[in-house]
């Protein structure tokens, strides 16, 4: 089962989120941002080989021309290959873990891969980010010494920052998983959080400093 | 004795991607019960006796203390269904009991396989067997059991014990796959009693000089160490502990380059073999970098000793040290004129000028005294490349060091006269104040000075504050001076830090096999079809370069510059002196 749904981020650009239902253990969310458009290219090719141009004709010297050149091109590498980044997939498997995979505009995919019992929710954090407070969604980590401390915050879509009605669909198909998880091993009545009621928002404890 | 995992568990069977394509059999691996999944680690074919195999697993588990077990049947479908076949496989697990017993089966023509997991016990209605959900996840027999895992899941004094049952999750697995070598020892031309189907060498490749070389390294290591441990008696004799010597050795930094070399040959050519996978990669990374050192300093050699460079070498550094002094004596007769327009108290300054002239003029003869011996030093330390660059780099700044070395004096008196004068000024400024330093209670105490003492105290103030210019100016030049020195042995301290502690062989493995050094795993969804279990790809996600370097570094030697900009700074301002080599004597201690 496949099906998209278009979502605007915190700045209010467009989001694709494409939801993969493989198995009822199995689910793959993925956060695809617009490509590199052709404008912004040009506006700050032009802008840096205009500059250059301008240098150039003050004080006349061609290794101006050619440092912009070679600058421009590096930075488009550089931007394509560590900064840009197209896709952010989180894949939740049942009782073996969760995978967030980010892929840059180059084709480079970093991935990180959390087990299943080092997880201990998967929760929405609000976050004051530069001069507004936003959304996102986390994943807590176990301590492992002491199971009920939370040692680290798992960050997820940290580069797509989708609005809340996009987490909050997430949310609710990651709880789903979690619970069916969870079901077994604790009684029923110990479950409050049934994946149908709205999602439980943990107010700010966690403040992430405006980049 | 049979534990059977979480009920509501999915069941996971990790199922190796070189068995996909054998025939039918048994399915032989591990079953860890806290995270219910069956580690597949071979299959036995047809025909076998039942007794035979029970013996074989006996064996294995014996050595590699890994609970193997018969986990359920593995059915591959050549030609049309073979319904006697099926029967077959399911009466098979009347002989072996497991719990849960797996069925996978491959059809023919088809991508997607079935499997079932049966299990009599635990379920609800007893006498009845229940149904487990699986899902499949392939994975790279050979890549598995090559990698290690970062950071490792198991403690080295742990891996005497039962180490299996101390990892958990995925590390499980991985330790699983790298206990049960024993059983991938048999390669595909053996014939046993069992035959098996798993991640196979293509049989052992053996090359005469391998061989040698191999038989040769034990008494050639033995000889090596017996040099070495002599090499570091000698230079541990008494004769070298003499008063000023130790305080010399510890000023230059070509002997600490010298004993940590030393350091590393004894660590590789010693004859203990290394225990854990960290030491030997240890030993690795400092035999790669100890290579490549004195292939550089090779280079460099033959280099040198092409085309008479070195007496070209040796004519240079004369006519540059005198240049140094003359430009010296420059900037001295412009800062005992009026430097930069500014007026300085005449009698002070010619007095400072005359002083440091003096001493170049002495540096000067030295120099001179030195040159025809400056040859015949070039070639020695020339020679002294075949050791390794990171030395000859190392006697290079040393040689710096001795050539600056009125740079270095005139920094120190300046500085001396420049500090004697901030703190008089600042005590005669808490005199003004009505104030005094108590030695004793260690703070600035009120006190009432006498008319006399105001007195000489405003005089002497007013002496210092007329004289500091001058005295600032010639500290202000030679610190920069300093500062320069400092920065070129800082830059060649930098370099020689470099290929002392990068960890090049486990970046060339990074780079040649991604999965030997890997950070955990990915999964990738393979195509799915309705009804059929999930199946899952587990590849091995590399270690990125930056932890690589970060985890394998080699501890580094040598001074490093600990201080902060600061607290640096703040040195400079009050005229206290830098030594590149301070913190060293610190650590020590």
């Known amino acids: 089962m496949e099906n998209e749904q278009s979502f605007s981020d915190i700045c209010g650009g467009r989001l694709a989120l494409q939801r993969r239902y493989y198995s009822p253990s199995c689910r793959e969310f993925c956060l695809s941002s617009p490509r590199l458009s052709l404008r912004s290219l040009t506006v700050v090719t032009s802008t840096v080989w205009l500059a250059a141009y301008g240098l150039f004709t003050v004080c006349e010297n061609s290794v101006v021309l050619s440092a912009a050149i070679f600058i421009t091109l590096l930075g488009l590498l550089g931007y394509l290959h560590f900064v840009k980044i197209d896709q952010e997939t989180l894949l939740i498997i049942d009782s073996l873990g969760i995978q967030m995979t980010s892929s840059y505009a180059s084709g480079k995919e970093s991935t990180t891969f959390i087990e299943m019992d080092k997880v201990k929710d998967v929760i929405i954090n609000e976050a004051i980010y530069m001069q507004k407070v936003i959304y996102y969604l986390c994943i807590l980590l176990k301590d492992p010494v002491e199971p009920h401390e939370i040692s680290q915050v798992v960050p997820v879509f940290q580069s797509a920052k989708p609005r809340l009605d996009c987490l909050i669909e997430v949310y609710r198909s990651c709880q789903e998983i979690l619970a069916h998880q969870k079901a077994p091993s604790t009684s029923p009545q110990a479950h409050q959080k049934a994946p149908s009621t709205s999602p439980s928002i943990q107010k700010a404890s966690i403040v992430s400093r405006g980049k | ?589």
């Open chain 2, 1 to 589: 004795m049979v534990s059977f995992g979480d009920p509501g568990m999915v069941l996971k069977a990790f199922f190796p991607t070189c068995c996909a394509a054998a025939d039918s059999g048994l399915l032989v691996g591990r079953w860890v019960p806290e995270q219910s999944s069956a580690v597949v680690l071979a299959v036995v074919h047809f025909p076998f006796i039942p007794s035979q195999v029970k013996e074989f697993l006996a064996q294995v588990q014996q050595t590699s203390q890994v609970g193997v077990a018969v986990l359920g049947t593995w059915c591959h479908r050549r030609q049309e269904p073979e319904d006697n076949l099926g029967h077959f496989l399911e009466g098979l697990s009347a002989i072996f009991s497991h719990e849960p017993w797996l069925q996978l089966c491959r059809e023919k023509g088809s991508t997607f396989w079935s499997c079932k997991a049966t299990r009599w016990q635990g379920s609800t209605s007893p006498g009845a067997p229940s149904e487990d959900q699986v899902m499949i996840v392939f994975y790279d027999q050979r890549k598995v059991l090559l990698s290690q895992l970062h950071p490792p899941a198991i403690l080295p004094d742990q891996e005497t014990g039962d180490a299996a049952a101390g990892a958990v999750g995925l590390a499980a697995v991985f330790h699983t796959v790298a206990r049960s070598e024993v059983l991938f020892r048999s390669d595909r031309f053996d014939e046993g009693p069992v035959r098996l189907s798993h991640w196979q060498s293509d049989g052992v490749e053996a090359s005469i000089l391998v061989e040698l070389a191999k038989w040769a390294s034990g008494p050639i290591c033995l000889l090596l160490a017996s040099l070495l441990s002599l090499v570091s008696a000698v230079s541990a004799c008494w004769l070298f502990k003499l008063w000023p010597l130790p305080f010399i050795w510890s000023k230059l930094s070509t002997c600490e380059q010298l004993r940590y070399r030393l350091e590393q040959l004894t660590l590789i050519f010693s004859p203990q073999k290394a225990e854990n996978p960290s030491q030997r990669m240890r030993k690795a990374n400092m035999c790669v970098s100890v290579l490549l050192d004195v292939a550089l300093g090779l280079t460099l050699l033959s280099w040198l000793h092409g085309k008479g460079r070195i007496e070209q070498l040796a004519d240079a550094l004369v006519p540059v040290a005198d240049r140094v002094a003359e430009e010296l004596q420059h900037l001295l007769q412009w800062l005992m004129g009026a430097p930069a327009g500014l007026k300085m108290n005449r009698a002070l300054d010619q007095v400072l000028g005359r002083f440091f002239l003096y001493h170049i003029h002495l540096w000067i003869s030295y120099i001179h005294l030195m040159s025809p011996f400056i040859e015949r030093i070039v070639w020695h330390v020339g020679l002294s490349a075949c050791l390794g660059l990171t030395v000859s780099l190392s006697i290079l700044s040393d040689i710096i060091a001795l050539l600056t070395f009125h740079i270095y004096c005139f920094y120190v008196y300046g500085a001396r006269l420049y500090c004697l004068k901030i703190c008089g000024l600042s005590s005669l400024w808490r005199l003004f104040r009505g104030k005094k330093w108590n030695v004793l209670r260690q703070r600035v105490d009120s006190c009432s000075y006498d008319l006399d003492q105001l007195f000489i105290g405003t005089l002497l103030f007013t002496i210092l504050v007329f004289l500091l210019p001058t005295t600032a100016l010639y500290y202000l030049v030679f610190t920069l001076l300093r500062l320069l020195v400092i920065t070129v042995q800082g830059l060649i301290h930098l370099l020689v830090d470099l290929i002392n502690s990068l960890p090049l062989y486990a970046l060339g493995l990074r780079l040649c096999r991604p999965y030997r050094l890997a950070a955990g795993v990915k999964f990738r969804v393979l195509e799915q079809e309705a009804g059929r279990p999930l199946r899952l790809l587990m590849q091995i996600n590399p270690l990125s370069y930056g932890r690589v370097v970060h985890t394998y570094r080699l501890p580094r030697y040598g001074c490093h510059p600990t201080h902060s900009w600061g607290s640096l700074c703040r040195k400079l301002f009050f005229g206290e002196l830098i030594y590149p080599w301070r913190q060293r004597e610190d650590k020590q201690d």
